[in-house]
C-alpha cells in the first residue's frame, strides 16, 4: 500500500501516520540532527531527522540540502512536545530539484534588490502570508457581492475614453480606428447594466499613468466597481461599510497564522468590525487638518499627507463626503442644498492608511451632463452611450470603486502597496 502524500496544512489530520509531503527547503539546521522547515505552498513544518530513525542515504542527503531545494520527505507524523504543532519524523528523503547559490539569503535585502527578484521573493514568509490574505480578499469580495444580489457585469480593459481624466491614460493604436486606452475604471460601463439588472459590480485591473512615487500608489491596481439603481449617497456609504467589515471580519477569521507571521496587530482591525465608521464632511475635515497642523485651504484636494495626518488621528476608518465639485469627476451629482459640492464620498483607513474607497452619487439629468461634457471640453461624441442611460429610464444611481492594493496594505499595515500584488507595476519598475 502506497504511502499519502499530504499537504502541510492537514497534517494535524494525520497524527501518527506515516506521510510522503512534496515541497521546498525554506532552512536546514545541521547538528547530529537535522532540521528542515519544508513548505509546500500551504503551510510550514518542521522536519526532523536523525542517525537513528532515517535511512543512511537520507540522513546525508539532508546534511547538505541547500535553501530551496525541492524534496519528497516521508515519515511519521508527530506533536511538537513544546508548541503542540504538527512534525514529521523522517525516515526518508528524495532530492526532485537541486537549488545552488539561491539569492535571496536569510541576511538583510535591499527593497531594490527583491524587487529586481520579485520571482523569488514571492517565496519567503511573508510575501506567502500577504499574499494569502490578498487571495481570500478577493474571494470575500466575489462572495459579498455575489451574495447581496449583484449581477457581475465585467467591463472592457480596452476602452475609446477617459473615466477619471485624460492626463493620466495609458493609451495603444487600435487598427485603423485611433487610439485606445487601458480602462482607468470600470464606472461607465457599469452604470448602462443597471436598467437591465439594478445591481452590477465589476472586478478587475485598472490602470492609471500617474507619475506617482508615493507608497500608495501602483501604476496597474484592481478595483471592484459595484453601481445601484434607484441609490443615493447614503447607501453607498452603507454599503461600502458593510464590504469593509465582511473582508475584514473574512481576514480575522481564516488567516490567523498569515496575520501572526505579518505581527500585525489585531486590535485596530477588531476595533473596525465593533464601531459605526465615522463620518465628516470634507469642510469639517479641512478645519480637522488646519487643527492637526496641515496647512490645507478649503477647495484643495486631500494628498497623501492630509489623510495620514487626519488618519493618525482616528481610531475607526473615516467616511469624508461632499466634496468641492471643482476636482470630482464630471458624472458626480451636485449636492442640491450646496451646488458647489458634489455629492461624493471617500472612506479613508485608520492608523495612518489613506483612501480606500472612492464613489458617490452619479448625475442622473441629461442636461447637467451635457453642461459638464461641454464645461470639462470632452467629446460628446465619445459618450452618446454614456449619456442613452439618462434618455431612456434615468433613475438615481450611486457606487464606488474599492482599491484592492490599498485594502490589502492596511489588512496586513504594510508600509507600502509594492508588497500587495504578486508583480506590482509602478514607475519606472517594469520587471519581470
Same mark, same amino acid.
Given at each position: 500500500?502506497? /504511502?499519502?502524500?499530504?499537504?502541510?496544512?492537514?497534517?494535524?489530520?494525520?497524527?501518527? #501516520?506515516?506521510? /510522503?509531503?512534496?515541497?521546498?527547503?525554506?532552512?536546514?539546521?545541521?547538528?547530529?540532527?537535522?532540521?528542515?522547515?519544508?513548505?509546500?505552498?500551504?503551510?510550514?513544518?518542521?522536519?526532523?531527522?536523525?542517525?537513528?530513525?532515517?535511512?543512511?542515504?537520507?540522513?546525508?542527503?539532508?546534511? !547538505?540540502?541547500?535553501?530551496?531545494?525541492?524534496?519528497?520527505?516521508?515519515?511519521?507524523?508527530?506533536?511538537?512536545?513544546?508548541?503542540?504543532?504538527?512534525?514529521?519524523?523522517?525516515?526518508?528523503?528524495?532530492?526532485?530539484?537541486?537549488?545552488?547559490?539561491?539569492?535571496?539569503?536569510?541576511?538583510?535585502?535591499?527593497?531594490?534588490?527583491?524587487?529586481?527578484?520579485?520571482?523569488?521573493?514571492?517565496?519567503?514568509?511573508?510575501?506567502?502570508?500577504?499574499?494569502?490574505?490578498?487571495?481570500?480578499? $478577493?474571494?470575500?469580495?466575489?462572495?459579498?457581492?455575489?451574495?447581496?444580489?449583484?449581477?457581475?457585469?465585467?467591463?472592457?480593459?480596452?476602452?475609446?475614453?477617459?473615466? #477619471?481624466?485624460?492626463?493620466?491614460?495609458?493609451?495603444?493604436?487600435?487598427?485603423?480606428?485611433?487610439?485606445?486606452?487601458?480602462?482607468?475604471?470600470?464606472?461607465?460601463?457599469?452604470?448602462?447594466?443597471?436598467?437591465?439588472?439594478?445591481?452590477?459590480?465589476?472586478?478587475?485591473?485598472?490602470?492609471?499613468?500617474?507619475?506617482?512615487? /508615493?507608497? !500608495?500608489?501602483?501604476?496597474?491596481?484592481?478595483?471592484?466597481?459595484?453601481?445601484?439603481?434607484?441609490?443615493?449617497?447614503?447607501?453607498?456609504?452603507?454599503?461600502?461599510?458593510?464590504?469593509?467589515?465582511?473582508?475584514?471580519?473574512?481576514?480575522?477569521?481564516?488567516?490567523?497564522?498569515?496575520?501572526?507571521?505579518?505581527?500585525?496587530?489585531?486590535?485596530?482591525?477588531?476595533?473596525?468590525?465593533? $464601531?459605526?465608521?465615522?463620518?465628516?464632511?470634507?469642510?469639517?475635515?479641512?478645519?480637522?487638518?488646519?487643527?492637526?497642523?496641515?496647512?490645507?485651504?478649503?477647495?484643495?484636494?486631500?494628498?497623501?499627507?492630509?489623510?495620514?495626518?487626519?488618519?493618525?488621528?482616528?481610531?475607526?476608518?473615516?467616511?469624508?463626503?461632499?466634496?468641492?465639485?471643482?476636482?470630482?469627476?464630471?458624472?458626480?451629482?451636485?449636492?442640491?442644498?450646496?451646488?458647489?459640492?458634489?455629492?461624493?464620498?471617500?472612506?479613508?483607513?485608520? #492608523?495612518?492608511?489613506?483612501?480606500?474607497?472612492?464613489?458617490?452619487?452619479?448625475?442622473?439629468?441629461?442636461?447637467?451632463?451635457?453642461?459638464?461634457?461641454?464645461? #470639462?471640453?470632452?467629446?460628446?461624441?465619445?459618450?452618446?452611450?454614456?449619456?442613452?442611460?439618462?434618455?431612456?429610464?434615468?433613475?438615481?444611481?450611486?457606487?464606488?470603486?474599492?482599491?484592492?492594493?490599498?485594502?490589502?496594505?492596511?489588512?496586513?499595515?504594510?508600509?507600502? $502597496?509594492?508588497?500587495?500584488?504578486?508583480?506590482?507595476?509602478?514607475?519606472?519598475?517594469?520587471?519581470?
Amino acid at each position: 500500500m502506497s /504511502t499519502p502524500i499530504v499537504e502541510i496544512r492537514h497534517l494535524k489530520q494525520h497524527a501518527g #501516520e506515516t506521510v /510522503t509531503l512534496r515541497g521546498w527547503v525554506r532552512n536546514v539546521r545541521t547538528s547530529k540532527m537535522r532540521f528542515i522547515e519544508l513548505r509546500d505552498g500551504s503551510g510550514f513544518v518542521q522536519c526532523v531527522v536523525s542517525a537513528n530513525d532515517a535511512e543512511p542515504e537520507s540522513y546525508e542527503l539532508a546534511g !547538505r540540502l541547500t535553501q530551496e531545494a525541492a524534496i519528497t520527505a516521508t515519515g511519521i507524523v508527530q506533536t511538537h512536545p513544546k508548541t503542540g504543532a504538527p512534525e514529521l519524523l523522517v525516515k526518508s528523503l528524495t532530492l526532485v530539484g537541486e537549488s545552488v547559490d539561491y539569492p535571496i539569503t536569510p541576511k538583510e535585502h535591499g527593497t531594490a534588490f527583491l524587487m529586481e527578484n520579485r520571482h523569488l521573493w514571492l517565496r519567503s514568509k511573508r510575501q506567502w502570508a500577504i499574499l494569502r490574505i490578498r487571495h481570500t480578499l $478577493v474571494k470575500a469580495i466575489r462572495d459579498f457581492f455575489d451574495e447581496d444580489g449583484f449581477t457581475l457585469l465585467d467591463s472592457p480593459i480596452l476602452t475609446p475614453s477617459a473615466c #477619471e481624466g485624460t492626463s493620466t491614460l495609458f493609451g495603444t493604436p487600435y487598427f485603423d480606428e485611433g487610439m485606445a486606452f487601458l480602462s482607468q475604471s470600470g464606472q461607465l460601463y457599469q452604470e448602462p447594466g443597471l436598467a437591465a439588472f439594478g445591481k452590477t459590480y465589476c472586478f478587475g485591473p485598472t490602470f492609471r499613468a500617474e507619475k506617482s512615487k /508615493t507608497r !500608495r500608489h501602483l501604476t496597474e491596481f484592481w478595483m471592484v466597481e459595484p453601481e445601484m439603481a434607484f441609490a443615493h449617497l447614503e447607501d453607498v456609504m452603507v454599503l461600502g461599510e458593510r464590504l469593509t467589515k465582511f473582508m475584514v471580519q473574512r481576514v480575522l477569521e481564516g488567516r490567523q497564522e498569515e496575520l501572526k507571521i505579518l505581527e500585525r496587530d489585531l486590535a485596530p482591525l477588531e476595533q473596525a468590525l465593533n $464601531v459605526t465608521f465615522a463620518r465628516m464632511t470634507y469642510t469639517d475635515a479641512v478645519e480637522k487638518l488646519k487643527e492637526l497642523g496641515s496647512d490645507i485651504n478649503w477647495g484643495e484636494d486631500f494628498g497623501n499627507d492630509d489623510e495620514t495626518i487626519l488618519m493618525n488621528a482616528m481610531d475607526r476608518p473615516l467616511w469624508v463626503h461632499r466634496f468641492p465639485k471643482a476636482f470630482k469627476a464630471f458624472y458626480m451629482e451636485p449636492d442640491p442644498i450646496d451646488p458647489k459640492l458634489a455629492l461624493g464620498a471617500d472612506l479613508l483607513a485608520p #492608523e495612518g492608511y489613506g483612501e480606500v474607497i472612492g464613489g458617490g452619487e452619479r448625475a442622473s439629468s441629461l442636461q447637467y451632463l451635457l453642461d459638464q461634457i461641454e464645461h #470639462e471640453q470632452l467629446d460628446r461624441k465619445d459618450y452618446e452611450w454614456y449619456l442613452d442611460v439618462r434618455k431612456y429610464g434615468s433613475v438615481p444611481h450611486a457606487g464606488f470603486g474599492l482599491g484592492l492594493e490599498r485594502a490589502v496594505a492596511w489588512i496586513c499595515k504594510l508600509p507600502h $502597496v509594492r508588497e500587495t500584488a504578486p508583480y506590482p507595476r509602478m514607475l519606472g519598475t517594469l520587471k519581470p
